[in-house]
């Protein structure tokens, strides 16, 4: 097809695009999957070619626009208080289930197996200046390596802590 004008071409290919939506997604998907691999490689690479600069003006702008916007923001937070709750809980879960997971799923000393009773000890003691939220706390524990955790029921970590006095407030 032969155009008169530019103008025209794109005004013929604007139209197209509104009169037939469908089969112009359906074009674009069939294209991304049989490109994927190549699309999601070059967007790696353009993102590993952002400089330390960049990275460091985009945390700044991010900052300057949370100061100037913090009111609404909070807001907004306030007003789905319940659902960034829910789904802040539902991380939790996933990252508790994965360490429990990264350290054997049962308890070292009696081999008891619920994942409600299993609790994520310090081998060493010394755990409550360690805790900074429950999804930064599991994603250490899976980081160290099993060097300092250790997977003990409710009830072998009480008794560890009675006896190695890890409680001050516990007298026997």
Do not use: P
Request: glycine share 4%; hydrophobic share 25%.
């Amino acid at each position: 097809m032969a155009y008169a004008s530019k103008e025209k071409r794109d005004k013929y290919w604007v139209k197209y695009r509104k009169n037939n939506k469908e089969k112009v997604r359906d074009c674009h998907r069939r294209w991304y999957m049989k490109n994927r691999d190549r699309v999601l490689l070059k967007e790696k690479e353009r993102h590993n070619q952002l400089s330390l600069q960049d990275k460091e003006k985009y945390t700044e702008d991010k900052r300057k626009y949370y100061l100037k916007n913090r009111d609404k923001i909070l807001a907004e937070r306030k007003k789905n208080s319940k659902r960034y709750n829910k789904k802040q809980r539902e991380l939790s879960k996933k990252w508790r289930i994965k360490a429990i997971e990264f350290l054997g799923g049962k308890c070292i000393r009696c081999g008891f197996s619920d994942i409600r009773a299993l609790q994520i000890d310090h081998i060493n003691g010394g755990g409550n200046h360690d805790f900074a939220g429950s999804k930064t706390f599991h994603k250490k524990v899976i980081q160290d390596n099993k060097k300092t955790f250790q997977l003990l029921c409710a009830n072998c970590n009480w008794i560890k802590r009675a006896e190695n006095n890890e409680n001050k407030k516990i007298v026997i």
